[in-house]
């Protein structure tokens, strides 16, 4: 049965769905929808227009669905989307879109949000995403399924994560990471494979040493932007790997801050073969 504590404050209007658990001082707005079985521990406030799916755990102090953090908005009536199954951990911020972005932030499903991350407005996270303590996502990030973002690490507005990326901690990030890569660096650069997100994803060793392939021939001598799409082009056109192909077709679409590539002529780490 639904189990609202004595201090929370249920807005006339939040619809409630099935065994939803709301804390003691906890805030719904009147405009959130609370999927059913839903936990709001205690002192978690869920304004605006929030639509929270089924089973996600929200902890104390998180703020979830108050106005964009953006000079522009007027108070249009935006929406904020939460996939089921996400964890929210302690004072988590997420913002919904505005309508110059789309108006509407999405985030996945069984994504994993620890103490501090913020999500700002109009961003687009995938499902079983994970941004370690006090990650941060600028305005209109997009973020790929699976990626993993290290603590403290801060992603610039309008970039690219693909999906099963990895964000080292404390990494600044200013353009579009490929699918699979892996970034280090305060100002971030490409190190290699995501190899941990390979094998996690149960990838094949022969999958795996086409990604290694496609690496080296995309980011293996120094290239321009203009340079690596031609690239990209080429060895998408003669790849039969999707997983390459997943690969060229992001950097065709790249973002108006372009593909981040590593600082000198670095290798994947591992050789073929490798049992990883």
């Known amino acids: 049965m639904t189990a609202i504590h004595a201090t929370a404050v249920v807005a006339p209007g939040a619809q409630l769905g099935a065994e939803v658990q709301i804390g003691p001082f906890c805030v719904v707005g009147s405009k959130a929808v609370l999927g059913d079985r839903v ?41 904020l ?30 994504c ?6 913020h999500i700002a407005h109009d961003c687009q996270v995938g499902d079983s995403v994970v941004m370690a303590n006090n990650a941060t996502l600028a305005g209109h990030v997009h973020v790929g399924e699976r990626a993993f973002i290290g603590g403290l690490a801060a992603v610039l ?13 404390m990494s600044g ?16 650069s490409l190190v290699g494979l995501n190899l941990v997100g390979l094998r996690r994803a149960n990838l094949s ?24 799409a031609e690239r990209a082009q080429a ?32 290798q994947p780490a591992g050789g073929k073969g490798d049992v990883i």
């Open 157 to 169: 507005q309008f970039v690219r994560i693909g999906h099963n990326a990895m964000i080292g901690g």
């Open 112 to 117: 994993l949000l620890m103490v501090g991350a």
């Open 81 to 110: 989307e939460i996939g089921a199954g996400t964890q929210i951990r302690e004072h988590v911020t997420i913002n919904p879109g505005t309508v110059g972005g789309g108006g509407v932030t999405r985030v996945g499903s069984r």
């Open 39 to 79: 936990r709001l521990h205690s002192h978690v406030v869920v304004e605006g227009n929030t639509r929270v799916g089924d089973d996600c755990e929200i902890f104390p102090f998180a703020s979830i669905g108050h106005k964009p953090q953006d000079l522009k908005f007027k108070g249009e009536d935006t929406r």
């Open 235 to 266: 060895l998408g056109a003669a790849a039969g790997n999707p997983l390459v192909q997943r690969i060229t077709g992001f950097i065709a679409n790249r973002s108006k801050h372009g593909i981040l590539q590593p600082k000198a002529s670095v």
């Open 173 to 188: 990030v200013e353009q579009d990471v490929i699918p699979f890569g892996l970034v280090m660096g305060e100002r971030a």
């Open 205 to 228: 060793r022969e999958e795996i040493d086409g990604l290694r392939d496609a690496y080296e021939s995309l980011f293996g001598a120094g290239a321009s932007q203009a340079a690596l």
